[in-house]
């Protein structure tokens, strides 16, 4: 999905598929950033992963000294600072979120938000091993992914955004279970709590998992100490 967001749900086209979000879906979005604020503190350097065109990033700063947005996409980067330059607390920067042009141990907080997870269609494992690269002993890692109850309204949201032709038409024999497909080729997923719960073990993390509204399940790692 890497390339789906890089060519054609990226800058204007991705704004408004969250423009076209109704009331439960905003809901649903208020929600998870008001979650990852409060793993926040006032003196917090926090780097955003799969920023789009900083929605989240910009909101970051309510709390945090500093946040950086990562995305792959420049036309999603490009809007970012269109709309958020403004802030000096606030930089969008194009980068693959798989091949980080950071120093170790330099965020305070790594936050993946809106199911990123699973929408970037890259390896887990290698997604999670960089954000610990880049994140400071003792700070903390946010990920998450969609609950499995939010399906209607996720469902509904994505209809509507094929109607209004920023995705493909759904794919309805392929589409179920969890995973929304598109008959362009876009397709994505959730993962599941126990998912979540597995991939820490085997990266040796202790990992906390958490259900938010009823719409988004949070994973939270606080990064370890370095031996």
Not at 45 to 66: D, F, I, P, Q, S
Not at 145 to 152: H, I, K, L, R, S
Not at 193 to 206: H, I, R, V, W
Request: proline share 2%.
């Amino acid at each position: 999905m890497r390339e789906y967001y890089l060519e054609r749900l990226s800058g204007e086209r991705l704004r408004q598929c969250y423009e076209l979000a109704h009331p439960r879906l905003k809901q649903y979005l208020e929600a998870e950033i008001k979650f990852v604020l409060r793993q926040l503190e006032s003196s917090d350097t926090v780097l955003e992963l799969g920023c789009g065109y900083g929605r989240v990033t910009a909101r970051l700063t309510e709390v945090a000294k500093r946040a950086v947005g990562i995305d792959n996409a420049p036309a999603s980067i490009e809007l970012a600072c269109h709309l958020f330059g403004a802030n000096s607390r606030c930089e969008f920067c194009e980068m693959d979120a798989l091949n980080l042009a950071f120093d170790e141990l330099t965020f305070d907080k790594v936050v993946c938000a809106q199911n990123g997870i699973c929408a970037f269609g890259v390896d887990r494992e290698s997604l999670f091993r960089q954000a610990l690269r880049v994140a400071r002993p003792g700070g903390r890692l946010v990920f998450s992914t969609y609950a499995a109850g939010f399906w209607e309204e996720r469902l509904r949201w994505f209809e509507t955004q094929a109607a209004a032709g920023l995705v493909g038409a759904i794919d309805y024999a392929r589409t179920g279970n969890g995973e929304i497909v598109c008959m362009d080729g876009f397709r994505t997923g959730l993962l599941s709590p126990n998912s979540f719960q597995s991939l820490c073990c085997e990266l040796g993390l202790k990992a906390e998992v958490t259900e938010v509204d009823g719409s988004s399940v949070f994973c939270t790692i606080v990064v370890p100490e370095v031996a």
